[in-house]
C-alpha cells in the first residue's frame, strides 16, 4: 500500500474518534492562541516569544541526544523561566485578564450612565475639540467606559463638575495650571483635570509620536476607555481607542466616530448629536 494509502486509513482512524467534546475541545484551545497572537501582535512580545520557542528546541535536542548537562541547566530552570515570562509578559497578562473582565459587560457599554447625558458631554467635548482646534491649542480628554480611570483620576486636580465646552477650553487654555495634563470624563461630569496617563512601553509604537498621542495612546492599551487628542502643534483632532488611531478628523467625521461608540437613549441603535456652535 503507497504512502498516501496509508495517511488516508491513519485520517479515517483518527476521524472516527473524533466526538463533539474533541472538536469544542480544538475550537477553545485555536480561540486562547489566536487571542494570544493578537495581544502579542505588535508588541515585544513577540520577539520574546520567538526565543522562547528558539529554547524549547533547544531543549527537546539536548533531550533526545541524552546532553546530560544541558538537560540538568533546563530542568533546574524551569521555574525561574515560568517567573520571567510572568514578569516579562506582565502587560500582556493584564491585558487578557481586563478583556476577560470585560466578557460579562459585552453590549452593555456605559450601562451605569444615562446615554442622553453622555451624548450630551460627548457633544460638548466635540464642540471644545473645534474650537481648540482652530487655535491650536493642544487638549487631551478621556471618556471613561467600562474600566474605571480611578487611578489616574488620582494623579490630578479634582473637578467633580459637569462637562461644558466652555469649561473645558479654560482647562486647556495655554499657560492654565492644568492644560498639560489630561481631563478624564465620567458619565456627563469631568472627574480631574491636569491628569497624568500611562506612556506605552519603549519600542511599541513604532511612529513618531507627541506626548499626547502617547499617553492618549498608552491609556487605550491599558483600557477601554475613548480618548480625544487635539494636536498643538497642527491643530489636528484624533480618536484613539484600543491602540488604534484615527486622524485628521472634522466636526462632522468626528461626530459620526465617536456616535459609533455611544449607545441611543432608548438602546435601539446610535444617537443623533445635536452641538451647538
Not at 467534546?21 to 520577539?47: N, P
Not at 531543549?59 to 521555574?79: E, K, P, Y
Not at 459587560?105 to 457633544?123: H, K
Request: hydrophobic share 45%.
Amino acid at each position: 500500500m503507497t504512502t498516501i494509502g496509508n495517511l488516508y486509513l491513519q485520517l479515517l482512524e483518527v476521524a472516527r474518534h473524533i466526538g463533539p467534546i474533541e472538536i469544542v475541545d480544538v475550537a477553545v484551545v485555536a480561540f486562547v492562541l489566536y487571542q494570544l497572537l493578537r495581544l502579542l501582535r505588535g508588541t515585544q512580545g513577540t520577539q520574546i516569544v520567538v526565543g522562547l520557542i528558539l529554547l524549547a528546541v533547544l531543549g527537546v535536542i539536548s533531550t533526545s541526544l541524552n546532553l546530560v548537562l544541558l538537560s540538568w541547566l533546563f530542568r533546574n530552570a524551569t521555574l525561574y523561566i515560568v517567573i520571567a515570562i510572568l514578569l516579562i509578559f506582565q502587560p500582556e497578562l493584564r491585558r487578557a485578564m481586563d478583556q476577560l473582565g470585560r466578557i460579562g459587560s459585552l453590549g452593555r457599554p456605559l450601562s451605569r450612565f444615562n446615554p442622553r447625558q453622555y451624548n450630551q458631554a460627548i457633544s460638548e467635548a466635540i464642540r471644545a475639540a473645534e474650537r481648540l482646534s482652530i487655535k491650536r491649542t493642544g487638549a487631551l480628554i478621556a471618556f471613561e467606559r467600562e474600566v474605571g480611570l480611578e487611578d489616574y483620576a488620582a494623579t490630578g486636580v479634582r473637578i467633580n463638575g459637569e462637562v461644558s465646552a466652555e469649561m473645558l477650553q479654560s482647562i486647556f487654555y495655554p499657560n492654565s495650571p492644568l492644560h498639560d495634563g489630561a481631563v478624564i470624563v465620567r458619565g456627563d461630569r469631568i472627574v480631574a483635570a491636569g491628569c497624568l496617563l500611562p506612556l506605552p512601553e519603549e519600542g511599541s509604537v513604532r511612529e513618531r509620536l507627541g506626548t499626547r498621542h502617547r499617553a492618549a495612546l498608552g491609556l487605550s492599551l491599558a483600557s477601554d476607555a475613548l480618548v480625544l487628542v487635539v494636536s498643538e502643534e497642527t491643530g489636528n483632532i484624533s480618536v484613539i481607542e484600543e491602540g488604534n488611531i484615527s486622524r485628521n478628523l472634522d466636526a462632522d467625521s468626528l461626530r459620526r466616530r465617536i456616535a459609533l461608540k455611544v449607545p441611543s437613549p432608548n438602546g435601539n441603535g446610535l444617537s443623533r448629536f445635536r452641538i451647538r456652535r
